[in-house]
């Protein structure tokens, strides 16, 4: 299973030249509601237009998507080991949550930061994501 970082979806949706392989996509995604919400804030800040936001309602019925439920950021409180931004804390928050309820995550991200905070819990980075 994949944890699915908002810089992974964004970057594919806006054809960067960075991106996952089309094959990424049918692989077992998972990811937080707050994806959905930076990927729309995002989207409508570059004034998206109707086929970008398509895509990206496409996408997100295609993910399993964890709410911000207290278990989930009740792991804020225990901290990291590195310092955190907010929002990297809530995805970190909710990876970590999957990650004891499964046998296998890896965190797929292009935000460097996210990664080192990531791994410095134990969250191996995915290896295919380009």
């Known amino acids: 299973m ?6 992974v979806a964004l970057a594919w ?3 960067e ?3 996952p392989p089309e094959e ?3 692989r077992q995604l998972v990811t ?3 994806l959905e919400y930076e990927l729309w804030t995002r989207l409508r800040a570059r ?9 990206a309602d496409d996408l997100l019925s295609r993910l399993l998507i964890l709410e911000l439920v207290p278990p989930v ?38 935000d460097e930061r996210l990664l080192a905070a990531g791994a410095s819990v134990g969250l191996r980075p995915a290896d295919d994501i380009g």
């Open 73 to 110: 950021l009740d792991r804020i409180r225990a901290g990291f080991p590195v310092q955190v931004r907010t929002l990297d804390a809530i995805h970190l928050s909710t990876a970590l949550y999957l990650a004891e309820q499964r046998q296998s995550l890896t965190l797929a991200s292009y």
């Open 2 to 7: 994949i944890y699915l970082d908002t810089s």
């Open 47 to 55: 004034g998206g237009d109707a086929p970008t936001l398509a895509l």
């Open 13 to 15: 949706m806006l054809g």
């Open 17 to 19: 030249d960075r991106h």
């Open 32 to 34: 937080s509601r707050l």
């Open 24 to 26: 990424f996509w049918q």
